[in-house]
């Protein structure tokens, strides 16, 4: 399979990069910056990405990414912090310059094979504190702003090219097609990866794997396509396990049960572990015990299973590829077969070996895996859950009304949103409830009730996120909705905190 990598100097669009290209059909990879070049001669790839990154060249700890990398002869694009770093490696002039940020005009200044195709002038995304002020003589300038002269430059004889903005947001114009003039027309790379092509590739080297697999599954999607995926190898040798855990959604551990024994034809089974969670965590107030807790817990609940309804030798996980990245674990996409454990922080005792075959994907890639194994549409849309449930939507201590509050007014932010025809559009959409009081007034009467907290962010990956800036009328029927169809309720608050500084869940 044709391969673009990119080496990671800490962007916070480096994932970005990787995600565009494979919309491409084109297999992309991030790497460390500081990998070595035989590592990175290994995975031979068609070209290389340089990200962009919080830091300046011309300072003395710069991350650089090795020398010999140069001397591929094959095709380099930098961008940001990238472009920077080819300017300064061939001898041209990096400054600080006013901080730019947001969208700029890109004049084109000379035909290439990068900016092809694009026309005169392009809006570009901007975000960068240093600047290229002198280039290399061997490049030529292919792009301006009105702040950047040398916005885009291209090397006279060799593939490669440095860009001042980011093609890989979408608030540069058209940067898809600059990104694709790089991947296809320079680097020449074929559309070779397709999630029909990942389930072909991934089921056949599932076969190959002895024993019996035992895969936690959540109703989510990601567990659910790590399962259907392992029971279409190797069929009944796989097992899946739920845990009603007591911590779900309204109805959920209802709905997942349905949907596994109408849809799917595999070994299934459902452990109503309730009482065992809600029980740890009587009287637990921090929310990084609570975290354990249930962590712990679940592991104790699946090795209990494991140990009475074995012998099992691996325990399967819907790892995702970002997840792998940020672990710091990444062994690439060769390791679908075998990690070790540890890797989701599971203990050293659990005597499973862990078995993660999505781990080379994204969640949007999960999602359309998805389809294709004919997942009900519902479950693919549905918005991510965290993986300790409602304990860290409830604030304090997790007691019985509180997590009904929390439900109840989850679903009711749920069924306004589908009303509105915005469920899809947003990340996740939920009701956090505290210990928190307010006072109504219910008829004549005084009532001091609950608060409940309405949160509803944008994201694209979790990583950032923004509060979602709902019309007013829809806030207020959620909000109306609440107070009236939960008695305890006397408030309704609305989140207006970005992830960062906040995050997306209370605790
Ligand atoms: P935060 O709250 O950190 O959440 O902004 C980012 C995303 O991760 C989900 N989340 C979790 N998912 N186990 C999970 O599987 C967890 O412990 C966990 N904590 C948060 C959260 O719902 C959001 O999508």
Not at 409 to 419: F, G, H, N, Q
Not at 452 to 474: F, K, N
Not at 480 to 505: D, F, L, M
């Amino acid at each position: 399979m044709d391969k673009i990598v990119v080496l990671d100097f800490g962007s916070q669009y480096s994932h970005l990069i990787c995600r565009r290209i494979r919309e491409l059909s084109v297999y992309a990879e991030l790497v460390p910056y500081d990998i070595s070049s035989d590592e990175l001669k290994k995975k031979e790839p068609k070209g290389i990405i340089f990200s962009g990154g919080p830091s300046s060249v011309y300072n003395s700890d710069a991350p650089l990414p090795e020398n010999a990398i140069f001397d591929f002869e094959l095709p380099i694009l930098g961008i940001c912090y990238g472009h920077q770093l080819i300017v300064n490696k061939f001898g041209g002039k990096v400054k600080q310059a006013n901080k730019e940020y947001g969208s700029s005009l890109l004049m084109m200044d000379k035909n290439s094979k990068l900016l092809e195709g694009l026309g005169e002038s392009i809006r570009a995304w901007m975000s960068h504190g240093d600047e290229a002020e002198e280039i290399p003589d061997e490049f030529d300038i292919i792009g301006h702003t009105s702040n950047a002269h040398a916005a885009a430059i291209a090397n006279k004889d060799r593939t490669i090219f440095g860009i001042q903005f980011h093609p890989e947001v979408i608030h540069t114009e058209q940067g898809t097609e600059i990104l694709k003039n790089f991947v296809l027309n320079i680097c020449n790379a074929k559309q070779d990866w397709t999630m029909e092509g990942f389930i072909e590739k991934t089921v056949n080297e599932l076969t190959k794997i002895d024993g019996n697999v035992l895969c936690g599954v959540s109703g989510g999607i990601d567990s659910t396509v790590a399962a259907l995926l392992i029971h279409k190898a190797i069929g009944e040798r796989l097992t899946g396990v739920f845990v009603d855990n007591g911590l779900l959604r309204l109805n959920e551990s209802e709905e997942i049960d349905d949907m596994f024994m109408k849809n799917f034809s595999l070994n299934f089974h459902k452990i109503e572990a309730q009482e065992k969670f809600l029980s740890k965590l009587r009287g637990v107030l921090d929310p990084e015990d609570k975290r354990k807790i249930v962590g712990e817990e679940f592991i104790r609940v699946f090795t209990d299973f494991a140990e009475k309804n074995g012998p099992f030798k691996w325990l399967a996980q819907g790892t995702l590829y970002p997840d792998v990245i940020e672990s710091g674990v990444s062994k690439g996409p060769a390791s679908v077969i075998k990690s070790h454990h540890n890797v989701g922080g599971l203990p050293d005792w659990l005597n499973l070996e862990i078995l993660e075959p999505l781990r080379e994907l994204y969640k949007d890639e999960v999602r359309e895996v998805a389809k294709i194994l004919g997942v009900p549409e519902k479950l693919v849309n549905r918005h991510p859950f965290p993986g300790p449930g409602l304990s860290v939507r409830v604030i304090g201590e997790v007691t019985p009304t509180k997590l009904s509050i929390s439900r109840k007014a989850s679903k009711i932010i749920e069924e306004e949103l589908w009303d509105a025809g915005l469920y899809n559009q947003v990340w996740q959409a939920f009701a956090a409830v505290g210990d928190d009081k307010a006072v109504g007034v219910v008829g004549d009467e005084r009532k001091y009730g609950r608060i409940v907290t309405v949160r509803i962010v944008d994201s694209i990956d979790a990583m950032t996120a923004d509060w979602t800036r709902l019309p007013h009328g829809i806030l207020e029927k959620i909000s109306n909705r609440i107070t009236n169809e939960i008695e305890e309720v006397t408030w309704v608050s609305y989140v207006i905190s970005s992830k960062p500084p906040a995050t997306i869940e209370p605790q």
